[in-house]
């Protein structure tokens, strides 16, 4: 024998109105998380300094190469040696493209799922950023 619990109208009006806030606030935290989403697309849209073709990174590397930035890539140790000076006017944002595309460029040529890449500047010898285990991180 099933019992029902009866309730009062102020009771059915505090679990309406308790029903209407989370199913809002569910509401604005999803509305939050995609606008996240689009906005997060938009920043790093903004970062790619590489073709998305990797068939076409080699040409700008030899760009980068003539401008004075990279001064050599070795794709097996997925080592960049950069001009100092040239580095340190780059933005952060194609500090962070620059890294995360050549890592993900001498990746695919290594046959690895690991994205790796070690920045480092030619003249100081110091470690200008990296991409792997511990992250991105740009100095």
């Known amino acids: 024998m099933a019992v ?13 109105r308790r029903q209407t806030y989370t199913i809002i606030t569910l509401s604005a935290i999803c ?37 004075g930035l ?16 040239e580095w340190g006017d780059l933005s952060y944002e194609e500090k962070v493209g620059l890294i995360t595309q050549l890592g993900r460029y001498c990746a695919d040529k290594n046959k690895s799922d690991l ?14 950023g990296e991409l792997g285990l511990v992250g991105l991180i740009v100095n």
């Open 115 to 128: 994205w790796t890449l070690t920045v480092i500047g030619n003249s100081s010898t110091a470690k200008l």
């Open 31 to 67: 509305l939050f998380g995609f606008s996240y989403v689009i906005y997060d697309y938009l920043q790093i849209s903004k970062r790619i300094a590489l073709p998305e073709q990797l068939s076409q990174v080699d040409t700008v590397i030899r760009q980068l190469e003539t401008r």
């Open 70 to 85: 990279v001064v050599s890539l070795s794709i097996p140790d997925a080592k960049l040696v950069v001009s100092d000076q």
């Open 4 to 16: 029902f619990k009866i309730r009062t109208v102020a009771e059915a009006d505090k679990e309406a």
